[in-house]
């Protein structure tokens, strides 16, 4: 999967069971209507767990500008709280943790969580969605976070 290239996202989730974050590539849209979208999570971390306990979550798309970020939610071994330092963060619907400068903000409510293998498959239903500033997504590429280049077609 590491020369599937994937947009890159921190997923986040605050409420009764806590505040806990993740960086993922797994997100993708479902529907339109109602909005949904589906996130895949390991089934081992602490952000599932929580994640699940709370039923709101969100998806912030990161601009190639976060790679710092999308390292920082990355790392094993640091707090919730260490990992929320960074960044600027503001709760949206349901209480979801939007990140400010993200090329699109979504606030999702758990309709449906599976377990697959080693993964969670979470399927959202969209409570908001916000565009950010026109920037260049982050994408991770063989193993590494990337950034896009516009082809020269001369």
């Known amino acids: 999967m590491s020369r599937v290239a994937g947009a890159v996202h921190v ?3 605050d409420g009764p069971a806590g505040r806990a974050g993740l960086t993922a590539t797994a997100v993708t849209s479902v529907s339109d209507s109602p909005p949904s979208l589906i996130v895949c999570l390991n089934a081992t971390s602490r952000t599932a767990g ?3 306990a709370n ?3 969100s998806v912030n798309t990161l ?3 976060h790679v710092a970020l999308a390292r920082h939610f ?3 071994g640091l707090s919730m709280d260490e990992r929320f330092a ?3 963060w503001q709760a949206g619907a349901g209480g979801a943790p939007l990140l400010a400068g993200a090329l699109a903000r979504f606030a ?3 309709v449906d969580l599976r377990q697959v293998g080693s993964h969670h498959v979470v399927v959202g239903e969209v409570l908001s969605a916000e565009a950010g500033a026109d920037a260049e997504p982050l994408v991770y590429h063989r193993r590494d976070y990337r950034v896009l280049h516009d ?3 001369a």
Do not use: E, P, W, Y
Request: no cysteine; hydrophobic share 50%; net charge positive.
């Open 74 to 76: 990355s790392r094993s």
């Open 50 to 52: 929580i994640l699940k």
């Open 63 to 65: 601009a190639a500008a």
């Open 55 to 57: 039923g709101i979550f």
């Open 86 to 88: 960074q960044g600027a």
């Open 108 to 110: 999702v409510k758990v």
């Open 151 to 153: 082809r020269d077609h």
């Open 11 to 13: 997923v986040a989730t």
